[in-house]
């Protein structure tokens, strides 16, 4: 039986007092990968939340985003999950996050190291199966706003948001001392690993459990894109916000109580 857990539920579990709260005994690290246009940074309050509750959490900041500056020509989809690989190190029990472009990175981590991974959780993220594509799959999103705001860059080998479209698009709800600083300091974001295929496989991506978190008014991936994914890997748990593409700017406390539940 699929099981939905909703924001009220979250917030009354937290409330009261219930299981979702940590128990630092039996939780495994928490890995979070950020999506494009992102980074590492856009993270910090569901960090500090996770930390309070006596969670382990590692936020990797993938290279060419936030205030790194390695080159677009050097970024790779490989060198992303090289990254992901590096920060895990040779901890076990990962509970390994995704949002949104991150969902193809974990996936891939996973495929590499199943061993070392506890959980794949999905928060409104690409979920692929073997040889799709971040392009690929966004190609059967009827419900994204991108057509209206994408700024491709061949030549430069990146692919921009016009500032008029990003807090539609990426986070039309959050709060406004966020929004006036991800506009103005809005990245573009490298083209090539958005369109590398990943390989998965069965016997390694496919046996581990998987969790994805819904974001029902979200403008970046559709919910029925995010739905059509998570039925296709046959997840069984979900969860369901009422929020934009970014629930970590506007619900961070929630995210944070989810991600803590799921790692234990």
Not at 45 to 56: F, Q, R, T
Not at 183 to 211: H, I, Q, R, S
Request: hydrophobic content about 40%; some cysteine; charged content about 20%.
């Amino acid at each position: 039986m699929r099981k939905s857990i909703t924001t009220a539920a979250v917030i009354l579990m937290t409330a009261f007092g219930t299981s979702i709260q940590a128990s630092t005994a039996s939780q495994s690290t928490i890995v979070i990968v950020h999506g494009a246009w992102s980074s590492a940074k856009d993270f910090k309050e569901v960090e500090a939340s996770l930390k309070k509750d006596g969670n382990e959490v590692i936020t990797v900041n993938l290279p060419g985003h936030g205030d790194d500056n390695t080159p677009v020509t050097s970024l790779t989809l490989q060198r992303y999950v090289d990254v992901v690989k590096k920060a895990i190190g040779t901890k076990k029990n990962i509970t390994l996050v995704g949002h949104s472009f991150g969902g193809m990175v974990i996936s891939a981590t996973a495929e590499q190291i199943p061993g070392q991974i506890k959980k794949l959780v999905y928060l409104c993220a690409f979920l692929p199966s073997n040889g799709e594509s971040l392009f690929s799959i966004s190609a059967a999103d009827k419900e994204t706003h991108i057509g209206q705001y994408i700024q491709p860059d061949e030549k430069s080998g990146v692919v921009g948001i016009a500032k008029n479209g990003i807090l539609d698009f990426f986070a039309a709800d959050a709060p406004k001392k966020i929004a006036d600083v991800l506009v103005p300091n809005f990245k573009p974001e490298p083209l090539g690993p958005l369109a590398t295929p990943v390989t998965l496989t069965a016997a390694n991506f496919g046996k581990l459990d998987k969790v994805y978190i819904f974001t029902e008014y979200d403008h970046a991936i559709g919910l029925t894109l995010q739905k059509s994914m998570a039925k296709s890997a046959n997840i069984t748990k979900t969860y369901s916000l009422p929020t934009s593409h970014t629930p970590f700017f506007s619900q961070p406390a929630v995210v944070a109580a989810i991600l803590s539940q799921e790692a234990k």
